[in-house]
């Protein structure tokens, strides 16, 4: 289930923009995502959502194992058939039609079986996220660190530079744990800067996203 980058950039643009010490020409690199991810309080969300919808997931989890199975011939027959030389493109068609058909009728049917998992995941997420730019102002100002950047924006940077654990620790002080059941109301997003956190940092282990068999390709016609 993500944080938004919107969100994420907000926080570390805050961050890059803290004065430092005037003998701190310190840069250092953080990963926010990972940061909220490696929190107590989501890997206690995450367990407590994982024991309360577990019914549902399970049943996802059946489900697409069975839809699996049920496509496979189909994709199977689809690609030999698409294999044959002067393949009928009609028929490809209709072939490439029906398993879509199905493949998007299975992903609805996930999405109805995860979508009150998802929701706890994304509230209790967006509070996490929601005291993101603090914990990375916290973790900058300890360490008198000038400028932050994502660790795919360096060429080199040693692991000391790296201060993803701070801001986690930072985010464990700020918020302790979350609440992972959604007021009848809510919708993501009302927390300010944690909209967006629904698609998840990390996807529960265990959770099954909404998601079927690799679609059939299409043929492009020969």
Do not use: C
């Amino acid at each position: 289930m993500s944080i938004t980058k919107t969100a994420l950039a907000a926080a570390l643009a805050g961050a890059a923009l803290l004065p430092a010490a005037a003998h701190a020409q310190s840069v250092a690199v953080a990963n926010p995502e990972a940061a909220v991810a490696n929190t107590r309080a989501w890997t206690a969300a995450r367990t407590q959502i994982q024991t309360t919808y577990k019914t549902q997931l399970d049943q996802a989890n059946a489900r697409r194992q069975a839809i699996t199975t049920e496509l496979q011939p189909l994709v199977t027959a689809f690609e030999t058939a698409r294999s044959q030389p002067n393949a009928n493109q009609a028929s490809l068609q209709s072939q490439a039609q029906a398993i879509e058909t199905r493949q998007n009728a299975a992903n609805q049917e996930l999405q109805r079986l995860t979508l009150p998992a998802q929701r706890a995941q994304a509230y209790a997420l967006e509070q996490i996220s929601a005291r993101l730019q603090e914990a990375v102002q916290g973790a900058v100002r300890a360490r008198n660190v000038q400028l932050l950047v994502r660790p795919d924006a360096a060429l080199f940077a040693q692991p000391a530079a790296d201060i993803t654990a701070a801001i986690t620790a930072e985010l464990d002080r700020l918020v302790p744990s979350v609440n992972t059941t959604p007021p009848a109301n809510w919708q993501p997003g009302q927390q300010g800067q944690g909209a967006g956190a629904a698609a998840g940092v990390a996807p529960a282990a265990g959770q099954p996203a909404a998601t079927t068999p690799a679609p059939a390709r299409r043929s492009s016609g020969r």
